[in-house]
């Protein structure tokens, strides 16, 4: 893990650096940023467990993922890796390492398994499901793609199977970079819940964990 580098929550001066939400304004260019599921969640655990730090952990929080949208500028990492890397850094300032992993877990889990009763429930309407192969690969190719950060191999099967080698995957490897693989696992399991149907083929990147799309 990278040495935390704004100090612990009750160093930070928070002086201007937050509005009456107790959110800090940390847009790119200075204005404000509108939050992801994973930093309301966050804000939410500073409150419901943390009231007299809150604020102080809302700027800390703020303050990590404005610095990591910083060094990550020209990459798609905004919803989900670098939140997660802010909050799980932030939360181990006031709970244990195991702890903070868990919570950002269920942070991520939570949202995945609302996002799968809604795939379900879609499934159900009359001739949807025969669409689902040809969605499934066409989604796979755009939203885990060389534009989002991933790299595969499409391998020849027999018919009415698609395969893919995932050979880079931008969640292992930013975990990875700022020192907490053992992140990865919460986002490889977030997909792996989200997806209606399961991944014919599965594969790790290198030095990874099982790759679920």
Excluded at 107 to 115: C, D, G, I, L
Aim: hydrophobic share 40%.
């Amino acid at each position: 893990m990278k040495v935390y580098p704004f100090g612990a929550p009750d160093a930070i001066d928070v002086t201007g650096a937050v509005d009456r939400a107790g959110h800090a304004h940390c847009g790119r260019g200075g204005g404000a940023m509108k939050d992801t599921y994973l930093a309301k969640d966050f804000r939410a655990t500073a409150a419901r467990r943390f009231p007299a730090k809150a604020a102080a952990l809302n700027a800390a929080f703020d303050a990590r993922l404005q610095a990591l949208r910083a060094d990550n500028a020209a990459a798609g990492k905004e919803k989900q890796i670098l939140p997660g890397i802010a909050a799980y850094e932030t939360l181990q300032t006031v709970m244990p390492k195991e702890e903070a992993l868990q919570t950002v877990h269920g942070y991520v889990e939570q949202r995945a398994r609302r996002m799968h009763r809604y795939l379900a429930a879609m499934l159900r309407l009359p001739g949807l499901y025969r669409l689902v192969p040809g969605i499934f690969v066409k989604s796979t190719r755009t939203l885990f793609g060389p534009a989002a950060g991933f790299a595969a191999t499409e391998l020849k099967t027999d018919q009415g199977t698609w395969r893919i080698d995932m050979t880079r995957c931008p969640y292992h490897d930013t975990c990875v970079e700022y020192g907490c693989p053992e992140l990865c696992p919460c986002f490889c399991g977030s997909i792996r819940q989200r997806r209606a149907l399961p991944s014919r083929g599965r594969s790790a990147p290198a030095g990874g964990c099982s790759c679920p799309i």
